[in-house]
């Protein structure tokens, strides 16, 4: 077994993460001994994976794509908002081989929010979210935490927003995708959390055009860093947020809970990912 501590994230597929390269970064720069490592971990070799790696070493995990749900049942002990979320990104393996489960992707994405948008206020208004996946719920709590009065969410399959009503509550409101530039007119904070707009992905077409000028607007897509959605937004007076700094705030309680140091995110951190 090595000496050394390991964490890693686990996905399939997993070669685009940016993951390895941001807490190798914090290794060096603070000058911690540990390694981190991106593996590629298939469905049926997850639950012998996760038990497997505490005894090489490896005290915890992020976790991405497809196994943010899968995860769950193999973990001892889940926190609140990662079973209210549904989902976990986050595993801390503990020295008598329980596993830990958390979800920090609502943190990540409310503190590069107030990080890129400081004058922000959740309770001026609506918050109008494109997508129904794992993020969306993840935001959706973050959001009503933070006092946003109403969530209105368009999904291009819509029961599957229902779905989050339906888990969520009455501050959560369903319109539908072809009338979804509609839910802009009153719309504080405005989220596209789909991968419309990604690289390789379809491109974003719901008109902005409702859009107004006083909205926080922000994607959760990092490749590319500025998205026709936000170059879009921006062109209507909005502040815009990019989605990197979600990545990266996500990963700062991981990374405290594993090595021992809370990182910062700074303009260094962003440079040396993008790098």
Partial sequence: MTSLPRAGVIGNPISHSLSPKLHSYWLNR????????????????????LR????????GLNVTLPHKISVMQFADQITDRATLIGAANTLIFKDDGRIFADNTDGYGFMANLRQGAPDWDPKAG?????????AARAIIVALADAGVPEIIISNRTRPKAEALRADFGARVRVVDWVQADQMLEDANTVINT?????VG????????????????????????LRTPFLDAAAGKGCITVDGLGMLLHQGVPGFERWFGQRPDVDDA?????LA
Avoid: C, H, W
Wanted: charged share 25%; glycine share 10%; proline share 7%.
């Fill in 52 to 59: 497997d790696l505490p005894k090489k070493g490896f005290i």
């Fill in 126 to 134: 609506p918050a109008a979210i494109f997508g129904a996946g794992g």
């Fill in 30 to 49: 603070y000058g911690i001994e540990g390694e981190y490592t991106a593996l590629k971990v298939t469905e049926d070799a997850l639950e012998k994976t």
């Fill in 269 to 273: 951190t962003r440079a040396a990912v």
């Fill in 194 to 198: 789909t991968s419309l707009g990604m």
């Fill in 201 to 224: 992905a379809q491109e974003f077409k719901v008109p902005l055009d409702a859009l107004r000028p006083e909205a926080v607007v922000t994607d959760i897509v990092y490749n590319p």
